[in-house]
């Protein structure tokens, strides 16, 4: 096996329990550079990725080489932007590795082919299977295809987590460059990003040409608007240039337009006055569908029985179908053994007791607070006025509010029975920190990462 296929099959493993923004932000242009004596050395893109990695990943990382290396891994060191060794070496481990079956390498998703509209080719109408779930979702995209601007303006798409949201946004985008319109894919979050920055760099204008002047204005993740006024000031008349103008407009989102929380009703009409369609969880048959064709596009063959396995023993996301899907092709490359269907169980164990999704809580953001700055959670809660620990502290104050609108009388509470004008005024000092000092920002934009990429 060689680094690369090493370092695939562990994003492979990692990317399961990720959200994308954070999979592809953490991991982007990361590669094993060499393993030597247990020792495992990782190329990394910048500073701030090696100490993230080193804090929140190390363990992740480690265990996961070491399972599928099946050796004991002594150190994991993150080096800055080292150059890729030519690998002589390893194309001989290559060829001792090669199995019949198993031709392709578990792919990482995150490599090139994202073009400069946000579009990542992998994802296509022949690629995606529909079910009963998904039917009404799929037929609405195609009328887009078909009729764009005309058939329904917007379309929004909402769903669970992993359910195909993202895969069909994409599609249609795919679909209608080829017929040389504008396309513009981008989540909510990069467009509020995207927008305060063009305030602070008085680039309005520019920011209204980027997103005002396309065909079709593709916006996933639509739910993170919620609670932030500025940006759907903005996203309202942004939209409302594309609608009057027919541009399509295809939205996303994990739950319906009037469950978004701390979501302005205009944006709530906007948003439902085209189509609302919803992806849900697919039936059995079309999990085995999704299986097949995934396992026939990396060439694997795979029995039914074992397919019949993984459909039934995961319930209701298909990335994770996938990774188990690339958990097993895995196993099979390097120990060049088909897996039976005991050892698919043993494989994957943890995959299956683990699918459940929880809601983020007001102790999910202490933890994920305190350790971002590497500091006690009791500290964090605790009386002392230190600078170290106000700070984060308040941030945890202004998270809990803006994320989960949690009230403030409850987030004193969380904070050690605070009083809630106390945490009525971290809210506010963060909320106005944060619009002047980078820093800040940047702080609360990884720790959301952080908390929303570890449910
Ligand atoms: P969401 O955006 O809803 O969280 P994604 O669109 O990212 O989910 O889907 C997760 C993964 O599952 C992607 O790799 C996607 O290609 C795949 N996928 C989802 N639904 C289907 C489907 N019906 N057919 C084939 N692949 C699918
Ligand atoms: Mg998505």
């Not at 529909?130 to 799929?138: C, S």
């Not at 007791?353 to 305190?370: A, M």
């Not at 803006?402 to 029975?417: A, D, F, H, M």
Request: net charge positive; charged share 25%.
């Amino acid at each position: 096996m060689t680094n690369e296929q090493i370092w695939q099959a562990v994003l492979g493993e990692l990317e399961i329990g990720i959200s994308r923004v954070n999979f592809i932000t953490w991991f982007k242009n990361t590669f094993i550079y060499s393993i030597e004596n247990n020792k495992v050395i990782v190329s990394v893109p910048n500073d701030f990725t090696k100490r993230w990695l080193e804090q929140k990943y190390y363990k992740a990382i480690k265990c996961s080489i070491e399972k599928i290396t099946n050796n004991k891994v002594a150190e994991v060191e993150y080096q800055i932007n080292l150059k890729k060794e030519s690998n002589e070496k390893e194309s001989e481990d290559k060829k001792s590795c090669k199995t019949e079956t198993a031709k392709t390498p578990v792919t990482p998703e995150i490599k090139t082919n994202v073009s400069r509209f946000g579009l990542n080719a992998k994802y296509s109408f022949s690629n995606f299977i529909v079910g009963k779930a998904t039917e009404l979702a799929y037929a609405a995209c195609q009328a887009i295809v078909n009729n764009p601007g005309k058939a329904y303006n917007p379309l929004f798409i909402y769903g669970g987590v992993g359910l195909g949201k993202t895969h069909l946004l994409q599609a249609i985008g795919n679909e209608l460059i080829k017929n040389n319109k504008k396309v513009l894919y981008t989540t909510s979050e990069q467009f509020t990003n995207n927008y305060i920055d063009s305030i602070r760099g008085g680039k309005a204008k520019e920011f209204k040409n980027l997103y005002r002047n396309v065909d079709l204005l593709l916006v996933d993740d639509v739910q993170f608007m919620g609670g932030k006024d500025g940006t759907q000031e903005e996203f309202f008349h942004t939209f409302n240039e594309l609608q009057q103008g027919d541009k399509q407009i295809v939205l996303s989102s994990d739950r319906p337009p009037k469950a978004i929380p701390a979501i302005e009703k205009r944006l709530i009409s906007r948003f439902e006055s085209g189509m609302v369609a919803d992806v849900g969880r697919p039936d059995i048959e079309t999990k085995m569908a999704i299986l097949a064709k995934k396992a026939k596009e990396k060439n694997y063959i795979i029995e039914e029985e074992i397919l019949n396995y993984i459909a039934n023993s995961i319930q209701n996301n298909i990335r994770e179908l996938e990774g188990a899907l690339n958990k097993i092709v895995a196993y099979h490359e390097f120990h060049n053994l088909r897996p039976t269907l005991k050892i698919v169980k043993n494989i994957l164990n943890d995959l299956t007791n683990n699918n459940q999704i929880k809601p983020i809580s007001p102790k999910d953001v202490l933890e994920n607070v305190s350790q971002f700055y590497n500091i006690n959670p009791k500290e964090l809660i605790g009386g002392k006025r230190k600078k170290e620990l106000v700070v984060p502290r308040q941030i945890a104050i202004y998270i809990m509010r803006e994320e989960l609108k949690t009230s403030y009388p409850s987030i004193g509470e969380e904070l050690g029975g605070r009083d809630h004008t106390t945490a009525m005024h971290s809210y506010n000092k963060i909320k106005n920190e944060k619009e002047k000092n980078e820093k800040i920002n940047q702080d609360i934009e990884s720790i959301k990462q952080l908390l929303y990429g570890s449910f």
